[in-house]
């Protein structure tokens, strides 16, 4: 099982940026694909990004050329750089994890607590 633990949540301005993490621990970390979704009050969570193992990545079109996953298999971390942050990204970020596909990424199915992102005009 694994077990992961967000971080870097916090309130910001319109336009701004933040980094959230995501240290993953149980298991070996390097075989996982990774994932952030997030949900905002009243909607549906929602994929935002992922990466799998050979460090391809996936964007919701929300997010795309403002966000960036990465990983460092050698910290057993994945990371979200969001930038040019809109009021439209709040939302609760969550980090999961799902197993390898071969080329893609299967369901996403270990999750952590989650860490908010509050962005205001």
């Known amino acids: 099982e694994v077990q992961l633990l967000e971080s870097g949540g916090d309130s910001v301005e319109s336009g701004g940026s933040l980094r959230l993490s995501c240290a993953a621990s149980g298991v070996t970390y390097s075989r996982y694909c990774m994932g952030w979704f997030r949900q905002a009050p009243g909607k549906e969570r929602e994929e935002v990004a992922s990466?799998?193992?050979?460090?391809?990545?996936w964007y919701a079109d929300s997010v795309k050329g403002r966000f960036t996953i990465s990983r460092d298999n050698a910290e057993n971390t994945v990371y979200l750089q969001m930038n040019s942050l809109k009021v439209e990204d709040t939302a609760t970020y969550y980090c999961?994890?799902?197993?390898?596909?071969?080329?893609?990424?299967?369901?996403?199915?270990?999750w952590g607590q989650g860490t908010q992102v509050t962005v205001s005009s």
């Open positions: 990466i799998h193992t050979d460090s391809s990545t």
């Open positions: 999961a994890a799902a197993p390898v596909w071969g080329e893609f990424c299967g369901t996403f199915r270990d």
